[in-house]
């Protein structure tokens, strides 16, 4: 027995994922869409851009023109916001939000994007659709507030986690807050619905913004030696809305060892 008949074996879902070539057709995609979502993958080569959107009932194909400089432009775009330059951040979201949306007639308000290339860095949720009046971040017309917008790997990966969620999470919403180890004793968890009311000593800004969420949906908060990483993996598979007031640190140069930051037992 080879090693590779092993790993079907015994490893299905990392074969499935290494060496199952298939790809699935715009059909076999489309049957994985509600009627209210849409699927956007782009493919960036060397003179062109391709946009392909497909629906529920129909595809189309668009060819974009290249963005000069696009991966400089992607790093510039989250630059400005760190450094809070509304002008400059404004103008460029708002270039990139005509280039690589505007062209594209995307008809449901769910979006799923399949990035590619320098477009894997871009977090296309705060591109700006219209040109603000007033250089005011909360004023601004946000791609977010237009669509619902999701990721995915590929559409393989996409058709692959929809065949695997067939049973539903059974609540809604599991929240947790970072805290400090060195100022901490102690932790628990409590159902938002008790902690709608409740007065417990509010963190800086993380349990005020919890409590903000509590009133909106039902589930469980975990705060102190609790909002720990052991808790998070043992519990996020029985919900379905994660909510994580954590730290976080970003590796542009190498994203996969980009990390959040639960709170560390002693």
């Known amino acids: 027995e080879s090693l590779i008949e092993k790993f079907e074996k015994k490893y299905s879902k990392y074969f499935q994922l290494k060496y199952n070539t298939y790809e699935p057709t715009v059909a076999e995609v489309q049957q994985t869409l509600s009627p209210n979502s849409s699927l956007l993958e782009y493919f960036v080569g060397d003179s062109t851009i ?14 974009l023109p290249i963005i000069d400089s696009l991966g400089s432009k992607v790093q510039k775009l989250s630059q400005l916001l760190k450094e809070k330059k509304k002008k400059e ?115 800086p800004g993380t349990r005020k913004e919890i409590r903000a969420v509590s009133n ?8 102190g030696t609790f909002a720990n990483e052991r808790n998070f993996k043992k519990y996020a598979k029985d919900y379905s809305i994660l909510h994580l007031a954590l730290h976080g640190v970003i590796d542009h140069e190498k994203p996969m060892n980009s990390k959040l930051y639960f709170t560390q037992n002693q």
């Open 50 to 63: 391709y946009a392909f959107v497909i629906n529920k009932n129909r595809y189309d194909i668009y060819e």
């Open 89 to 203: 951040y404004s103008e460029l979201a708002y270039e990139l939000y005509q280039q690589l949306i505007k062209p594209l007639n995307l008809q449901n308000k769910e979006l799923i994007i399949i990035p590619d290339g320098a477009l894997w860095q871009l977090n296309f949720d705060l591109l700006l659709s219209q040109k603000p009046n007033k250089l005011d971040y909360r004023e601004f017309q946000y791609l977010i507030k237009e669509y619902t917008i999701s990721y995915a790997y590929s559409a393989k990966l996409l058709k692959q986690d929809a065949r695997q969620t067939t049973k539903a999470p059974k609540n809604e919403c599991l929240a947790f807050s970072y805290n400090n180890p060195d100022d901490i004793s102690t932790g628990n968890y409590v159902a938002m619905r008790g902690f709608r009311n409740q007065n417990m000593g509010d963190l």
């Open 216 to 223: 909106v949906v039902d589930g469980a908060y975990y705060f």
